[in-house]
């Protein structure tokens, strides 16, 4: 893999646009590597040489494994780049363990030749994986291209092999797009890469997975990118797309015309137009064909969904991830799923958001601060491991001062290896993991869980406060203490003043807290807040009226006149307050909470047999009219 700099990054960007050489050689400055991971590391290649000769994994596990934990208990801080030289090595001997014979047969030596495809793949494969098809995949890759030429596209080359260990397609509605073969990906981009707007040589395999998950055939992706081979604004060619207003009205009587086509290629949506789903495949397609990651970013409200494209792209000297384009006014405040190519899992938009740190952190740290968190879960199961004895002493050839102090299998440990890691790397998911499960273990003391708290909202407070709020959620949620635990609910609310949509969950949460131990006088004021101040930030005004009508007709009953009187004043004055979607077609007015609020409100009239109000209501409703005092 090659080093991440912030210099090699921005010069890979515009390498494209500048027909200019790979930027290859501008590579950020790595930090010396210490004299242990000197030592670990000679250490870890004896025994890989040794497995080659030998072909007994079982051996190389079991010393390897031995000098991971020599150098994580007789490392001091300074020298956590050994735990990475070691980290790696078991890994890729752990996986390769796994896969059969014969592929063990092709690669083995390949990758003791390799060092930095090795080190790139065996520290992106993921649990989830299939770690058989994987190192397959590879073989194919080797077998299409040879070994040098993989090796040196090393860092796509891997995300190739974690996205392809399974068949992969995507269903965008009615329509399936299946990937070409995985070789073919990586031909594509080897023949193509003086043309590609960001080399992929200089950008983080955890990065290029939302390349490599490319659906587009060679020629789509040829086509798109000699179509838009100047223009860089992956967003634009979201609205480029013709909507299919006929289709979405009545789809019965209109039928899509690109599906009626009987082709769904890149050329063919251009041409026919689409739905959202349409418009954001095109766009994440050709800037994945442009060497661009992207992503197919969904969310649902009360009636129809809504996708639109995320992508990562250049701010200043650095690079982050944009999801705005094509993300309508009611969905600016919802939170935005992302299917993970690697594991298949929905994600938060806010996680890959934050992944986009890890752009410009250099290659070697970027693997230190993974194998610290790694090393921090390591520490916490032999803990839990009844009868593990820490190793006595540091890996061969490493002298020691003889008043050094080696690590501890403690939560104190644990927690300055994981402070270690995420300061190098604040988007490290595995980091962050590691300490919700230590909370919801309740392993964590009261002051540590305060001074983590804080670490959280330096490390990432400022920039990602939906990641802060997606990581410290479940975490302040395990404290059992109610005062404590209301009192964080209380600390992160104060935080998110910027972020009326994430203050109003907050705020929702302590509610809940409240209304499950005995305080639903303070509850209902919690909701009632959400109601009165954030009735236009995020969709937890319609949740917070549900509750509040809920605990009305619990203490007051179900008549008539607690409904008029209390119940639908209260939706009535919430909904004079929400803002009408001004920017949005009809389609899209029903995710609105001014839509879903008003739908509610009708229902009510309706159940107190106020039919001419209900009536009112839907009538403007259905013209986007009402609500309160609206300029059309």
């Known amino acids: ?14 390498a494209g646009l500048a027909c200019a050489q790979p930027a290859v050689a501008q590579r950020g400055r790595a930090a010396q590597p210490s004299d242990m991971s000197v030592r670990v590391g000679e250490l870890a290649r004896a025994e890989l040489e040794k497995l080659v000769a030998s072909g007994d994994f079982g051996a190389a596990q079991l010393a390897l494994s031995d000098l991971l934990d020599r150098a994580i208990y007789h490392s001091t801080d300074k020298e956590l780049d050994a735990i990475a030289e070691a980290d790696a090595a078991l890994r890729l001997v752990s996986q390769l363990a796994q896969v059969d014979r014969q592929t063990q047969g092709v690669l083995l030596p390949v990758l003791v030749e390799e060092e930095e495809l ?11 994986d299939d770690v058989g098809g994987v190192y397959r995949t590879l073989a194919t890759l080797v077998e299409a291209h040879g070994a040098k030429k993989v ?14 260990d399974r068949p992969f397609s995507r269903r965008i509605n009615e329509n399936n797009a299946a990937s070409m073969a995985p070789a073919d990906i990586l031909g594509y981009y080897a023949e193509h890469v003086r043309d590609m707007d960001i080399d992929p040589r200089v950008v983080p395999a955890e990065l290029l997975i939302y390349v490599a998950d490319t659906t587009a055939s060679d020629e789509e992706m040829s086509w798109a990118l000699q179509q838009y081979r100047r223009n860089t604004d992956v967003g634009a060619r979201f609205f480029e797309i013709e909507y299919d207003e006929a289709y979405f009205r009545d789809p019965v009587k209109n039928p899509k015309k690109l599906t009626e086509s009987g082709e769904f290629t890149l050329q063919a949506i251009k041409e026919h137009g689409g739905v959202c789903a349409d418009q954001a495949y095109f766009a994440m397609s050709v800037g994945k064909a442009k060497g661009v990651p992207t992503a197919y970013v969904t969310a649902r409200g009360a009636e129809v969904g809504h996708a639109w494209v995320g992508f990562l792209e250049l701010r200043g000297r650095r690079a982050g991830w944009n999801f705005d384009e094509g993300r309508y006014d009611a969905y600016q405040n919802i939170q935005g799923l992302v299917l993970n190519p690697q594991t298949g899992e929905q994600i938060p938009d806010s996680v890959l958001s934050m992944s986009g740190e890890n752009a410009t952190v250099e290659e070697r740290e970027l693997r230190v601060a993974q194998s610290a968190c790694a090393a921090a879960q390591r520490l916490g199961l032999q803990r839990l491991s009844r009868g593990y004895a820490a190793p006595t002493s540091p890996p061969d050839g490493v002298a020691r001062p003889g ?10 440990s644990q927690l300055a290896l994981l402070e270690a890691g995420l300061r190098i790397a604040p988007a490290e998911p595995a980091g962050w993991a590691v300490l ?44 059992e203490d109610t005062g404590d635990q209301s009192r964080l609910w209380g600390w992160l609310y104060t935080q998110l003043r910027s972020r009326p949509d994430l203050a109003s969950r907050v705020l929702m949460s302590q509610g809940d807290l409240m209304r499950r131990t005995g305080d639903p006088g303070a509850a209902f004021n919690a909701y009632i807040e959400v109601v009165n101040k954030f009735a236009n930030a995020g969709t937890s005004v319609v949740e917070a009226l549900g509750t509040a009508e809920q605990m009305i007709r619990q203490e007051k009953g179900e008549d008539r006149q607690v409904v008029e009187r209390d119940v639908i004043t209260m939706y009535q004055r919430a909904w ?48 986007g009219g009402g609500g309160g005092a609206f300029d059309d």
């Open 151 to 164: 090796a040196a596209f090393d860092n796509l080359a891997a995300a190739i092999c974690v996205v392809h």
């Open 403 to 412: 008043r050094f102090t080696p690590r501890e299998h403690s939560v104190e």
């Open 576 to 623: 004079r307050a929400i803002d009408r979607p001004r920017q949005m077609g009809g389609a899209f007015r029903t995710q609105s909470n001014w839509f879903k609020v008003g739908e509610r409100l009708r229902g009510l009239y309706e159940e107190v047999g106020n039919d001419s109000q209900a009536g009112a209501i839907a009538k403007a409703l259905g013209s």
């Open 118 to 128: 090795a080190r790139t793949l065996a520290m992106l494969v993921d649990p989830k």
């Open 436 to 479: 919700k499960g230590l909370a919801e273990r309740r392993d964590l003391t009261m002051k540590q869980m305060d001074e983590w708290t804080r670490v959280i909202d330096r490390l990432c407070g400022a920039k990602h406060p939906d990641f802060m709020v997606w990581v410290l959620e479940p975490m302040i949620a395990s404290v």
């Open 1 to 14: 893999m090659r080093s991440i700099g912030t210099t090699a990054l921005v010069a890979g960007l515009v």
